[in-house]
């Protein structure tokens, strides 16, 4: 996409000086300006930004946003008055509305989802729901970009900068509706304030990331800030009603005049009635204001139904008709890495694929196959490094608490050392198997699966490597389960 120059005051900025530069490009690190920059020195997690500023001075940048602890902090390299000042007491809003000004596209019908569990199932929903409605789609998150438009993502929520600019590109290509995730990361720093919403979403609170969330009330904030901030007034709030918040949820979006469609197991505007569970999936008697609507979902797990129906509720809400919305329940398919049948054992044993790393999404994951299940039910689990410490005996539990047999082996073990993350998973599965190879982990899983037994190699999902220190080493769940299946039935010749 072209960058042009734009005009600092047309980016929504005033410089304390008065300048008002032509600007070329925004970055928000000072490795990526280049002549003509706007830089925006953001106050950091481990550093200031405008430690940068000098940095991004020589390389071209002809104007600085900040606060005022960065214009502090940078007042000599500032001095000379030669760069354009922007000091603002909300910087990183004043980030996300500057890219989206700069950008200058977003696709016309956009809506977030935010929750601790189920937020790229739910985008990825939306997206199908539109697609087969004959929409130009996209839903964007921990798995990119997909849809009518792809593209590879760093982040679940992005940078302003890299949003902005993917949002621009989509629409470049035609797309019309974009469903995106709102992590909570994302929306503590304001990463998707500059997007204007038609609807937001909320699946479930439960605990994680309380590494960089000081409480869980913090944490809920957070989350809480797509509601109570991103969501325009009278704009739609979809919210599961009977998970943990979901009712404090709904009562931040009322105050704000945001129509609620609230959506639960067993009350809601949209809820179920009758579930049949048949191997590949489910059929459920959706009820939508007093209308039932008996479809079948090819997907495994209550809580995918409850994706569902918050996704449902997003794109109703943006207008499409009820009816035609529950009319394309049948052809979802499900999100690669999520409850994903990866191999099946000569002798009928199924080994599922799935990304539950937080401790409700291990208990939920493993709830969700034990009707599928006439044997055992194995997991295989490990906690990431560099993440939230606190919830990995907690999974570890969780795994012991509705799986027949545990066996703990590493995630990503990031900067730690993956003994001391299995020792905290192993507090809550003391009688799990320590096999901290995942590949050999996988083998050991596949190898026990009898008749009626089922896997659930947990954490991981998508993810196509394994992050071990500064290296991503290529690594693939399902694609190991598939080679421990094809070892041990005998199918390599
Ligand atoms: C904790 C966190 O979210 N950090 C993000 C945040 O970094 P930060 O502002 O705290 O960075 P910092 O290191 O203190 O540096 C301060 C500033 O100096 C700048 N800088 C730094 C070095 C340099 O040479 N030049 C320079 O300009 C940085 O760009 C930054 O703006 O802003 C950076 C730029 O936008 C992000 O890259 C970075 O993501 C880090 C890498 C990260 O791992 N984030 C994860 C935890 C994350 O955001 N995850 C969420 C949730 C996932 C989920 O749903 O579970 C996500 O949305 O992906
Ligand atoms: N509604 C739900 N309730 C509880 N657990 C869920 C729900 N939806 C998904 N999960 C579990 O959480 C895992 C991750 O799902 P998904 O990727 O959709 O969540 P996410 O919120 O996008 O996660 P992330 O924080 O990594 O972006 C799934 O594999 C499943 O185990
Ligand atoms: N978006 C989540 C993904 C966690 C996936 C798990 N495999 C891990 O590495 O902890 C995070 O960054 O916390
Ligand atoms: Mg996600």
Same mark, same amino acid.
């Not at 939920?364 to 490094?385: D, E, F, M």
């Given at each position: 996409?072209?960058?042009?120059?734009?005009?600092?005051?047309?980016?929504?900025?005033?410089?304390?000086?008065?300048?008002?530069?032509?600007?070329?490009?925004?970055?928000?690190?000072?490795?990526?300006?280049?002549?003509?920059?706007?830089?925006?020195?953001?106050?950091?997690?481990?550093?200031?930004?405008?430690?940068?500023?000098?940095?991004?001075?020589?390389?071209?940048?002809?104007?600085?946003?900040?606060?005022?602890?960065?214009?502090?902090?940078?007042?000599?390299?500032?001095?000379?008055?030669?760069?354009?000042?922007?000091?603002?007491?909300?910087?990183?809003?004043?980030?996300?509305?500057?890219?989206?000004?700069?950008?200058?596209?977003?696709? $016309? #019908?956009?809506? +977030?989802?935010?929750? *601790?569990?189920?937020?790229?199932? %739910?985008? @990825?929903?939306? /997206? !199908? =729901?539109?697609?087969?409605?004959?929409?130009?789609?996209?839903?964007?998150?921990?798995?990119?970009?997909?849809?009518?438009?792809?593209?590879?993502?760093?982040?679940?929520?992005?940078?302003?900068?890299?949003?902005?600019?993917?949002?621009?590109?989509?629409?470049?290509?035609?797309?019309?509706?974009?469903?995106?995730?709102?992590?909570?990361?994302?929306?503590?720093?304001?990463?998707?304030?500059?997007?204007?919403?038609?609807?937001?979403?909320?699946?479930?609170?439960?605990?994680?990331?309380?590494?960089?969330?000081?409480?869980?009330?913090?944490?809920?904030?957070?989350?809480?800030?797509?509601?109570?901030?991103?969501?325009?007034?009278?704009?739609?709030?979809?919210?599961?009603?009977?998970?943990?918040? $979901? #009712?404090?949820? +709904?009562?931040?979006? *009322?105050?704000?005049?945001?129509? %609620?469609? @609230?959506?639960? /197991? !067993? =009350?809601?505007?949209?809820?179920?009635?009758?579930?049949?569970?048949?191997?590949?999936?489910?059929?459920?008697?959706?009820?939508?204001?007093?209308?039932?609507?008996?479809?079948?979902?090819?997907?495994?797990?209550?809580?995918?139904?409850?994706?569902?129906?918050?996704?449902?509720?997003?794109?109703?809400?943006?207008?499409?008709?009820?009816?035609?919305?529950?009319?394309?329940?049948?052809?979802?398919?499900?999100?690669?890495?999520?409850?994903?049948?990866?191999?099946?054992?000569?002798?009928?044993?199924?080994?599922?694929?799935?990304?539950?790393?937080?401790?409700?999404?291990?208990?939920?994951?493993?709830?969700?196959?034990?009707?599928?299940?006439?044997?055992?039910?194995?997991?295989?689990?490990?906690? $990431?490094?560099?993440?939230?410490?606190?919830?990995?005996?907690?999974?570890?539990?969780?795994?012991?608490?509705?799986?027949?047999?545990?066996?703990?082996?590493?995630?990503?073990?990031?900067?730690?050392?993956?003994?001391?993350?299995?020792?905290?998973?192993?507090?809550?599965?003391?009688?799990?198997?320590?096999?901290?190879?995942?590949?050999?982990?996988?083998?050991?899983?596949?190898?026990?699966?009898?008749?009626?037994?089922?896997?659930?190699?947990?954490?991981?999902?998508?993810?196509?490597?394994?992050?071990?220190?500064?290296?991503?080493?290529?690594?693939?769940?399902?694609?190991?389960?598939?080679?421990?299946?094809?070892?041990?039935?005998?199918?390599?010749?």
């Amino acid at each position: 996409m072209r960058e042009t120059s734009k005009k600092l005051s047309s980016l929504g900025l005033t410089a304390r000086s008065g300048r008002n530069p032509d600007i070329t490009g925004l970055a928000v690190d000072s490795r990526d300006v280049r002549d003509g920059c706007l830089f925006a020195a953001m106050p950091g997690v481990i550093t200031h930004g405008a430690r940068f500023i000098e940095a991004a001075l020589n390389q071209g940048a002809v104007a600085v946003l900040t606060d005022a602890e960065g214009a502090s902090l940078a007042a000599d390299v500032l001095a000379s008055g030669e760069c354009a000042v922007v000091v603002s007491q909300a910087p990183r809003e004043a980030l996300a509305r500057t890219a989206s000004l700069w950008f200058g596209a977003q696709p $016309g #019908t956009m809506v +977030a989802v935010t929750g *601790t569990n189920g937020k790229t199932s %739910v985008a @990825s929903f939306v /997206r !199908q =729901i539109w697609t087969l409605l004959g929409h130009q789609a996209i839903n964007l998150g921990t798995t990119g970009v997909e849809g009518a438009w792809t593209a590879p993502l760093a982040h679940t929520t992005p940078e302003p900068i890299t949003l902005h600019r993917a949002l621009a590109v989509a629409v470049a290509h035609g797309v019309t509706h974009a469903a995106m995730e709102a992590s909570s990361h994302g929306l503590d720093q304001r990463r998707l304030d500059g997007v204007t919403l038609k609807a937001a979403g909320f699946t479930n609170f439960t605990q994680d990331h309380l590494d960089y969330h000081s409480s869980f009330e913090d944490y809920f904030d957070a989350k809480a800030g797509l509601f109570a901030r991103v969501l325009p007034e009278d704009a739609h709030a979809v919210i599961h009603i009977e998970e943990e918040r $979901g #009712t404090d949820m +709904a009562a931040i979006a *009322t105050a704000r005049h945001c129509p %609620v469609i @609230s959506v639960g /197991r !067993q =009350i809601g505007d949209l809820h179920m009635g009758q579930v049949q569970v048949d191997p590949t999936g489910q059929t459920v008697a959706f009820r939508y204001l007093g209308e039932t609507f008996v479809r079948r979902l090819p997907l495994i797990g209550d809580f995918q139904a409850e994706n569902v129906m918050v996704a449902a509720g997003l794109a109703i809400a943006c207008g499409d008709a009820p009816a035609a919305v529950f009319d394309t329940f049948e052809s979802l398919t499900t999100v690669r890495g999520r409850m994903q049948l990866a191999a099946t054992r000569e002798n009928g044993a199924a080994v599922f694929v799935d990304y539950a790393h937080t401790p409700d999404a291990v208990a939920t994951a493993l709830q969700a196959l034990r009707p599928h299940v006439l044997g055992r039910l194995i997991a295989i689990i490990g906690a $990431g490094g560099d993440r939230d410490a606190t919830k990995r005996p907690l999974m570890g539990q969780a795994a012991t608490d509705h799986a027949d047999l545990v066996i703990v082996t590493d995630d990503n073990p990031r900067s730690e050392d993956p003994a001391t993350i299995r020792a905290a998973v192993l507090l809550g599965a003391p009688d799990a198997l320590e096999v901290g190879d995942r590949a050999e982990a996988i083998l050991r899983g596949v190898d026990a699966l009898g008749p009626g037994d089922a896997l659930l190699i947990a954490g991981k999902g998508h993810e196509t490597g394994q992050i071990v220190g500064d290296d991503i080493l290529p690594f693939d769940d399902a694609e190991q389960a598939s080679v421990a299946v094809s070892a041990l039935d005998g199918r390599f010749a």
